[in-house]
């Protein structure tokens, strides 16, 4: 523990100094510069770490023992500690300040996340959500639907994507049922962790608790906040499950004979079905593979036209499209180059088929209300404005009073 909370001190001071890294925007100059430098001086801090582990673990006693009325007074005031506490943290309190809305912060993004004892609107969202979960309670919105749900439905005048919690988020998403997975999945963790903790030799329990707890970890974070939608804390967090449920942590003792044994009874190999198993992940892996492919190549896009290349733009766009034609993105990326280059009427084309596939974004709507004006259809543009403010109603963009906001014409603005 002590080696590892001082690896974990050395980390946060490499982070500490290097603002823009660490409170963004995450588009600024020198964020790429400072990541690289970071993550290169975090590696070092972590093998450095595991080199100081493995020596400690050569001078420390694999075990210490303590008399049993030792342990239980350990184990009373730690749970007296506790408690203590909890009532010092003030329940009552904290949860009223949670409710509250945002207020403005002096200092950086980061501290008013750390230091503030406010929610940051996380009830809100969580409202929100639970919300959400009202209007379609078993399947739910569908998946990466809470950002469209919000804009429409949610209390505070702020943009999010994610309900800043996976469990809400799901809810809401997913429904019952996706919820119900999502606790099956942290479930068997738990609980494979709880018998192999309990079935592990005193040399082997470090690790296995190391994992479980880093586990954990990252669950209660992923309770409160979006942190899962960070890759790489996401990819920790799904290699100590994998690790903690997989053979990697199976109890093992020697043999007589000198071999490796499962200390559990050993089952049946089942490799029909582990066949299938690995199958269906493999499936999933490769499903997940297109709309990466896709957003990289919506991305290629949108550089090109940042340069000014329009026909590499509409290439790479309609790439995009062909790999997964049933998403809107890559239609309203086409649409957005269609409409640069003057091609009007494909452009309009293009974000009414943007549309057919996702009608709560009020962006696409947006868009084809801009690009209807710039056609001459202001009819169309008007119903596709007001459809677009509906989505959004507390979007600045509509700040304006309706005769100003309204598209008045081919030239109007």
């Given at each position: 523990?002590?080696?590892?909370a001082?690896?974990?001190a050395?980390?946060i001071a490499?982070?500490?100094?290097?603002?823009?890294?660490?409170?963004?925007?995450?588009d600024?100059?020198a964020?790429?510069?400072?990541?690289?430098?970071?993550?290169?001086?975090?590696?070092?801090i972590?093998a450095?770490?595991?080199?100081?582990?493995t020596?400690?673990r050569r001078v420390?006693?694999a075990?210490l023992?303590l008399?049993?009325p030792?342990?239980?007074a350990?184990a009373?005031l730690?749970?007296?500690?506790v408690?203590a506490?909890v009532a010092?943290?003030?329940?009552?309190?904290?949860?009223d300040s949670?409710?509250?809305?945002?207020?403005?912060?002096?200092?950086?993004?980061t501290?008013?996340?750390i230091?503030?004892?406010?929610?940051s609107?996380?009830w809100q969202?969580?409202?929100?959500a639970?919300?959400?979960?009202?209007d379609?309670p078993?399947?739910?919105g569908g998946?990466?639907?809470?950002?469209a749900w919000?804009?429409q439905h949610?209390t505070?005048?702020?943009f999010?994507r994610?309900?800043?919690?996976l469990?809400?988020e799901t809810?809401?998403e997913l429904?019952?049922v996706g919820?119900?997975l999502?606790v099956?999945v942290v479930a068997?963790?738990?609980a494979s962790?709880?018998l192999r903790?309990?079935?592990?030799?005193?040399e082997e329990?470090p690790?296995?608790?190391a994992?479980?707890?880093?586990?954990v970890?990252?669950i209660?974070?992923?309770?409160i906040?979006?942190?899962?939608d960070?890759?790489v804390?996401?990819?920790?967090?799904?290699?100590?499950?994998a690790?903690?449920?997989?053979?990697a942590s199976?109890?093992?003792?020697e043999s007589?004979?000198g071999?490796?044994?499962?200390?559990?009874?050993r089952?049946?190999?089942?490799l029909?079905?582990r066949a299938?198993?690995?199958?269906?992940?493999?499936m999933?892996?490769a499903a997940?593979?297109v709309?990466?492919a896709?957003?990289?190549?919506v991305?290629?896009?949108?550089e090109?036209?940042?340069e000014g290349?329009?026909?590499?733009?509409?290439?790479?766009a309609?790439?995009?499209?062909?790999?997964?034609g049933?998403?809107a993105?890559?239609?309203?990326?086409?649409a957005l180059v269609?409409?640069?280059r003057?091609?009007l009427?494909?452009?309009?084309?293009s974000?009414r088929?943007a549309?057919?596939?996702d009608r709560?974004?009020?962006r696409?709507w947006?868009?084809?209300a801009?690009?209807e004006e710039?056609s001459?259809?202001?009819?169309?543009?008007r119903?596709?404005?007001?459809?677009a403010?509906?989505?959004?109603p507390?979007?600045?963009?509509f700040?304006?009073?309706?005769?100003e906001?309204?598209?008045?014409g081919?030239s109007?603005g």
């Amino acid at each position: 523990s002590a080696t590892a909370a001082a690896g974990s001190a050395a980390a946060i001071a490499v982070l500490l100094p290097r603002d823009e890294l660490v409170n963004g925007p995450i588009d600024a100059p020198a964020v790429a510069g400072q990541g690289r430098a970071a993550a290169l001086l975090i590696l070092l801090i972590g093998a450095l770490t595991a080199l100081a582990y493995t020596r400690v673990r050569r001078v420390v006693p694999a075990e210490l023992r303590l008399p049993r009325p030792a342990k239980r007074a350990a184990a009373a005031l730690s749970v007296v500690l506790v408690l203590a506490g909890v009532a010092a943290a003030d329940p009552a309190s904290r949860l009223d300040s949670l409710k509250e809305p945002p207020r403005e912060f002096e200092g950086s993004y980061t501290e008013s996340h750390i230091l503030s004892s406010g929610g940051s609107g996380r009830w809100q969202f969580w409202e929100a959500a639970v919300e959400q979960f009202k209007d379609s309670p078993v399947l739910g919105g569908g998946a990466g639907s809470y950002e469209a749900w919000w804009a429409q439905h949610g209390t505070l005048n702020y943009f999010t994507r994610n309900a800043h919690s996976l469990f809400f988020e799901t809810l809401g998403e997913l429904g019952a049922v996706g919820l119900l997975l999502l606790v099956a999945v942290v479930a068997a963790g738990l609980a494979s962790a709880a018998l192999r903790l309990r079935a592990s030799a005193d040399e082997e329990r470090p690790v296995v608790a190391a994992l479980t707890g880093a586990f954990v970890a990252f669950i209660l974070a992923a309770a409160i906040d979006w942190i899962w939608d960070l890759t790489v804390v996401g990819a920790v967090g799904v290699a100590c499950l994998a690790l903690l449920v997989g053979a990697a942590s199976v109890a093992r003792v020697e043999s007589a004979g000198g071999s490796q044994e499962e200390r559990t009874p050993r089952r049946p190999r089942q490799l029909g079905l582990r066949a299938v198993v690995a199958a269906v992940a493999l499936m999933l892996v490769a499903a997940e593979a297109v709309p990466l492919a896709t957003q990289q190549k919506v991305r290629a896009s949108q550089e090109a036209l940042k340069e000014g290349n329009a026909d590499s733009a509409l290439a790479e766009a309609q790439d995009a499209r062909a790999l997964q034609g049933w998403a809107a993105s890559p239609h309203l990326q086409v649409a957005l180059v269609q409409e640069s280059r003057g091609r009007l009427r494909s452009a309009r084309e293009s974000i009414r088929m943007a549309i057919d596939r996702d009608r709560s974004d009020w962006r696409l709507w947006a868009v084809a209300a801009r690009i209807e004006e710039a056609s001459g259809s202001i009819a169309e543009a008007r119903r596709s404005f007001d459809r677009a403010r509906a989505l959004n109603p507390r979007s600045p963009l509509f700040k304006r009073s309706r005769e100003e906001a309204r598209p008045t014409g081919p030239s109007g603005g």
